[in-house]
Every structure is written in C-alpha cells, then in structure tokens.
C-alpha cells in the first residue's frame, strides 16, 4: 500500500475526530457561558435575600421572572375562606405549605406562603388559625408553579395541592388574587400564635452549579479528540 492511498483510507476517520473535537469545543465554550450566567444568577439571588424588603406597590408588573427570590413587604388582611393546604417536604418533614391570600389596599390580593405544618393538619383547622386582624408580611418573590410535580398532578376537587398553580387556586377559591406570583414568608407580625402556627423562612434556595466540570469533560474530550486525530494521520504516513 502506498502512503498516498494509506492517506486516503485514514482521510474519513480523522475528518470524524476533527468534527468531533470542533463539537466538543463548541459544548466546552457553551458551558462557560453558563458558568458565567450561573455564577450571576447565585449572586443576584444572594444579594436580593439580605436586601431590604421593597414594598409590594414597587414589584413591577412585567418583572416577575428576574424578581423570584427578592424581599417584599406587604400589610394587608388573610383570607380565612380562602387557605390552600400544599403538600410540602422541608428540613422539618413532610407536611403542608399554608397557603392563604392577603387582601391589600390599592393592589390584588397576594398569595402568602405562610409556612410549614406537619403532615395530618386538617384544611379546617389550619383555616381556623389564620389571623384575622390586620397583618404584615415579609417574604420572598416565587413564581406559580403552573407545571405541577412530577407523576403528581393537582386535584383541586379533592384538595390534593402538589404544586402552588395560582390561576386554579383562584378559580378554586373563586378569588381574583396575583395570577402570577406568591410570597414565601419569612416573618409575620403581629407572630401567630392559635395552633397549629406555621414554620415561615424554609425556602430551599440552591442552584446547583457544575458548569465549570462539565466545561473542563468537554474541553477533555476535544482534545482526546484531536489527538486521536493527529495519531491516524501519522499511521497512515
């Protein structure tokens, strides 16, 4: 075999490697990128847990989606009637999100995330201990969850809550309350105190970040691919 025709048999495999390495590259960057955005989103969020709360007449309409976790203060009154009991699992156990509308002056009502109760809370009695005088909450921007949870849909008519869809809870409640957004709660005042009390403050916040190893697997595999490459060019000399 000459080294011509050796040349041409290695040809197809190396243009392969070399696709190959320039898609590898291409992922490895993609990843950076995402590092980049990732690492700025944890510290926006970062930033926005420990700001001062804003009132909720300066949360934009149309800001919703880059305003999830920040502060917002709001005073206003619960909506006894109107109590959601979501199924919950936190650093407490399994149990139940309270969630309770506020009515406010000037603004529609919000869902508010009152906090955690334990498994076997009946909807009356958790409604029973909802304030009734005037309250102000602080708490975190989350946005409906209008997907559910996986293999666990919503069954409103039999008050099986997996996931706080706001539009349903409405309709359920037949409220016109924010469609879009609740309030994790993190302080309530005057502080509950008629049983069972909800656990506020246990919003899970992480964001899992492996951008930086996938980036340095991809960059890896480009350069196995290269030098794969370059060892069949070199056989077929």
């Known amino acids: 075999m000459t080294s011509q025709t050796g040349s041409r048999q290695r040809l197809l495999p190396v243009s392969i490697l070399l696709v190959l390495a320039l898609v590898f590259a291409g992922l490895g960057i ?26 909720i007449a300066a949360v934009p309409a149309g800001a919703i989606d880059r305003l999830a976790y920040h502060r917002v203060a709001i005073t206003g009154q619960f909506l006894p009637v109107a109590t959601v ?9 399994n149990g139940y999100w309270v969630m309770v509308p506020l009515a406010t002056s000037g603004h529609a009502p919000v869902w508010i995330n009152r906090g955690f109760v334990p498994m076997g809370t009946r909807l009356d009695t958790a409604r029973r201990a909802v304030p009734v005088t005037p309250v102000s909450v602080i708490g975190l921007i989350r946005p409906s969850e209008p ?13 099986r809550w997996y996931a706080r869809d706001l539009p349903v809870m409405n309709t359920r409640r037949a409220i016109v309350a924010e469609p ?12 509950p105190t008629a049983q069972p009390v909800p656990v506020p403050g ?10 930086l190893s996938y980036a340095l697997t991809w960059f890896a595999l480009c350069a196995l691919s290269l030098g794969a490459a370059i060892m069949v060019w070199r056989k077929a000399r």
């Open 30 to 55: 993609w990843q950076v990128k995402r590092l980049a955005w990732k690492e700025a989103l944890i510290a926006d969020v970062t930033r926005a847990v420990h700001a001062a709360p804003v009132s």
């Open 202 to 211: 246990l919003t899970v916040i992480a964001f899992p970040n492996n951008h």
């Open 180 to 191: 879009r957004y609740f309030l994790d709660a993190q302080m309530e005042t005057p502080r």
């Open 147 to 159: 997907k559910g949870t996986f293999l666990r849909a919503n069954r409103p008519e039999a008050e």
């Open 85 to 93: 009991l979501a199924t919950a699992t936190s650093t407490l156990g």
